[in-house]
């Protein structure tokens, strides 16, 4: 008979700040109190729990904005992870800011291929192994560059790996604990689910991979997918639900003899409250409910940013105001510099600071109207309409028609006139889409200097929107058809 022994795999993903519970259909859903009265609950009841975060815990709310992270460590190290892998928003702070709160963190935090250029010596530690009942369980933490794209703005830290690429870094690592009996090998990754799809297609099943716990796509997913027989599983984002995978793990043969998964609703029915951790955030909303509830403005009804890659409502409001305070011909603003699904119709700071939250330079280029073209048509490639590329909202003087079947504009006009391929545009860039501009619009930094060196023409986007939101009232955007897709 085999020797099967039952591992509870619990997990999460792009937290981002969520630190509170909110009031839905008369009951409480989501908060850390809530989740973790879940996971302490499970680990009473089952005999192996693990807990696993796969990145991407701060940015989202006013509490982890205002403490630069400290306050999600702090709440992070009493939720008490198992083991977490870094996201792309670990880096927000920059670089060296993530390392220090990496060395508050009392839970392991883990990555394989993010290291210093000169050097090639690793950031953080690649991999962990977790022992519970003489089972032997490794963990891998695995980004790549285009998801870690913030971190290209510090000159000493390598480029990163490519998905093909993360498959040889995690062939590797797992070639060196062949000598090691382990039982169950587990990849956090925050790649996205498509990409995650394409790494375990690529893996080697020498390399023993049984399950992916992803992130940075959002997936809420019914089930896991199966892919190379390694599973594939997220937890939606925030903190509404946490994945649950109980597992038959056989230890004669290093595999997986059984499963079954569920995504599991936090809410206060079926989750008990951690009141100590209530305490610790209560405290920390305190002191930024003093700074944060001053109100900014006030819309004329709700506005709404329903999907990152479509046009929205708060899009085209914050890429207007944007592009008329500094006097652009064109802002294209980062969908995803949005952060919530609606703003209004009353708007404190607090409330500002979580919807729009990144406080970028905005860099000022001039590209000709055949660079434009192009860079867009780049957007638009096949891969945006799934969600694993950038996207950006337009101002209301630049429209396009884009026929996804032909790949090419119906129309591109600025104010009402056809694009020109000689005409001279200024645009404007925030830092993080400026400094990936090869990997988003498809431009080489020479091409975009060759009119004009970039410079900076302001400090921060927060502050130009939170400026003129403050002198501007019962504003209101629509949907207005700035950007049409066809067949």
Request: aromatic residues 8%.
């Amino acid at each position: 008979m085999p020797t099967l022994k039952k591992l509870t795999l619990l997990h999460s993903n792009d937290m981002h700040g969520d630190f509170l519970a909110e009031q839905i259909n008369r009951k409480l859903v989501g908060g850390v109190s809530l989740l973790s009265g879940y996971i302490s609950q499970v680990r009473s009841q089952e005999k192996n729990v693990i807990y696993a975060v796969a990145g991407d815990m701060f940015r989202g709310s006013v509490i982890d904005s205002d403490y630069k992270g400290f306050s999600t460590i702090d709440i992070m190290n009493m939720l008490a992870p198992d083991v977490v892998t870094i996201g792309n928003h670990e880096a927000d702070y920059g670089l060296a800011h993530m390392l220090f709160l990496e060395k508050c963190a009392k839970f392991p935090i883990i990555n394989a291929n993010l290291h210093i250029k000169n050097t090639g010596a690793r950031l953080f530690t690649p991999c962990k192994i977790i022992e519970l009942d003489g089972m032997k369980i490794l963990f891998i933490g695995i980004i790549t560059e285009e998801i870690l794209a913030q971190a290209k703005k510090d000159a000493s830290i390598s480029a990163f790996i490519n998905v093909e690429e993360a498959a040889q870094e995690v062939e590797k690592i797992c070639d060196g604990y062949h000598s090691i009996d382990i039982d169950f090998t587990v990849l956090l990754t925050h790649i996205g689910i498509e990409e995650d799809k394409k790494l375990a297609a690529l893996l080697n099943p020498a390399c023993g991979v049984d399950v992916i716990i992803g992130g940075h796509s959002h997936t809420v997913m019914e089930q896991p997918l199966e892919i190379n027989n390694i599973l594939i599983a997220q937890a939606g984002t925030g903190t509404d639900y946490i994945g649950r995978f109980d597992i038959d793990v056989n230890t004669d043969t290093n595999s997986t003899a059984s499963w079954s998964w569920s995504l599991v609703p936090i809410d206060d029915q079926s989750c008990p409250r951690d009141e100590a951790i209530e305490n610790l955030i209560s405290g920390y909303k305190e002191a930024t409910d003093q700074k944060y509830n001053r109100l900014v403005t006030r819309f004329a009804r709700q506005l709404t940013h329903p999907r990152r890659n479509q046009e929205t409502e708060l899009g085209n409001l914050f890429c207007d105001l944007l592009t008329d305070s500094l006097g652009l011909d064109i802002m294209l603003l980062g969908s995803g510099s949005i952060r919530v699904a609606s703003m209004g119709p009353l708007v404190t700071l607090g409330q500002l600071q979580e919807g729009f939250s990144f406080n970028e330079n905005i860099y000022l280029l001039k590209l000709t109207g055949a660079q434009l073209r192009r860079a867009l048509l780049y957007l638009l490639r096949d891969e945006m309409f799934n969600g694993t590329t950038e996207f950006y909202q337009l101002p209301g003087h630049l429209r396009l028609v884009y026929s996804r079947g032909g790949h090419q504009f119906k129309k591109l006009s600025f104010k009402g006139e056809e694009v020109k391929d000689e005409q001279i545009f200024t645009i404007g860039l925030q830092t993080y889409h400026f400094m990936n501009a090869e990997s988003f619009f498809g431009l080489k930094k020479e091409e975009i200097a060759a009119l004009q060196n970039p410079r900076v023409i302001a400090l921060s986007d927060f502050q130009v929107a939170e400026e003129y939101l403050a002198s501007h009232q019962n504003l209101d955007a629509r949907v207005d058809g700035r950007i049409t897709i066809c067949d």
